[in-house]
């Protein structure tokens, strides 16, 4: 069995061919963000699968499914996008799994990109063997899934788990999202980068920790308070779901010293005891590609 898998940022796509077990077996990339959002996203999505598949030489009866996922709030039972945190241009509204579904005739499902990524680890990932878990994607926002007793938690609309977005500051910095202190505000690399910039001007996540191992005390302050932030964050959502294992992604999960490490000690040692329990903080396993493999997952769930 082969599926099509397809994974929508904010600012690119991926789209791969994977077999039944999740390995991916090709791939390709591009902007969806080109012309500022212009060209709507489904459009371009479209557009490119054509590409695709045309690059591959296959046809869509050569295809078992289409599992897309998506960033924003997506209904993951009419395969909508029913919101977003304000910053994508013709978005919200996009009927993927209908438009991709009339146009293949092949069984499609759509689901958040961080519950993808939630969802791949748990299946083949680092997050392999545990029940509950929290995956957290640390990037230019934050992206976030919730397993629960094996199963994603999707709440009403299959929106639950935009872990980006509850406030650990309710009088903090303004949030695209209209509300104020949010979790990304703090704890994304947007965030760590905003702190450096008043101290250094521009500098990427790289350059950061570089400084962080050469010793620069400034950068060292700085990034201390980042990951406080991200651990205050990360406090609060272990005492409401008692979790297994909480799974770190996104590159700055590379840094296992001077991020995982930091964050794994200062949240054991705030939790209450019982939470500290047996609690594993650890980097995700399958980086970039942890979206495009839990997109498959239901289709696999379902039979097809």
Sequence with gaps: MKFLSIDIGGT??????????????????????????????????LKETDRFLSQCSLIPSNLSGIGISATGQIDAHSGTVIGSAGHIKNWIGSPLKEAFREKYRLPVSVINDANSAAIAEQWIGAAK?????????????????????????????????????????????????????????????????????????????????????????????????????????????THIFNPEIILLGGGVSAQKELFINKVRENVLKRVMPRFADGLIIDAAALSNDAGMIGAIKPLKQLGT
């Design 129 to 237: 063997g545990y029940k509950n878990a929290i995956v957290i994607t640390i990037g230019t926002g934050i992206g976030g899934g919730v397993i629960v007793n094996s199963s994603i938690l999707e709440g009403r609309f299959g929106i639950a788990g935009e872990l980006g977005h509850f406030s650990i500051d309710r009088n903090g910095i303004p949030c695209t999202c209209g509300n104020r202190g949010c979790f990304e505000r703090y704890a994304s690399t947007t965030a760590l980068a905003g702190m450096v910039k008043e101290q250094y001007g521009c500098l990427n996540g790289q350059e950061i920790f570089q400084k962080l191992k050469e010793g620069d005390p400034v950068i060292k302050k700085i990034v201390d308070t980042w990951i406080s932030g991200i651990s205050d964050g990360l406090v609060s959502l």
């Design 12 to 45: 690119s796509a991926k789209t791969g061919i994977l077999d039944e077990n999740g390995h991916i077996l090709t791939k390709t990339s591009y902007s969806v963000c080109f012309d500022n959002y212009q060209t709507p996203i489904l459009e371009t999505a």
